[in-house]
Nanobody
């Protein structure tokens, strides 16, 4: 069965950086579309970044120029490098995967999810 296990996250001051990791078990990583989503209390889950099996990235406008999505295909690990963090980036972050190409930043298109990790940015 497909399993996604996340690590990283934590608390940082505005302007700081964090890197999130997501290890994928149980299937051929290169054949699936992967993404990062986040959800703050009282708000809907929103797409942050996504990457296709050929490495093509898609970013939400709110994080362009600050976040970078990447993958290590050999180790089957997905990363989200977050720089110049802002308080409005505070949320629970989730990695996700799907075996058929979904709209990159639409949560309902992804069938497999990590457990989530908290990112808190203070001002």
């Amino acid at each position: 069965q497909v399993r996604l296990v996340q690590s990283g996250g934590g608390s940082v001051q505005a302007g700081g950086s964090l890197r999130l990791s997501c290890v994928v078990f149980g299937y051929a990583y290169r054949r699936y579309y992967m993404g990062w989503f986040r959800q703050a209390p009282g708000k809907e889950r929103e797409g942050v970044a996504a990457i296709s099996s050929d490495g093509s990235p898609t970013y939400a406008d709110s994080v362009k120029g600050r976040f970078t999505i990447s993958q290590d295909n050999y180790k089957k690990i997905l990363y989200l490098q977050m720089n110049s963090l802002k308080p409005e980036d505070t949320a629970m972050y989730y990695c996700a995967a799907d075996k058929a190409m979904p709209p990159p930043l639409v949560a309902v298109g992804y069938n497999y999810w990590g457990q989530g990790t908290q990112v808190t940015v203070s001002s």
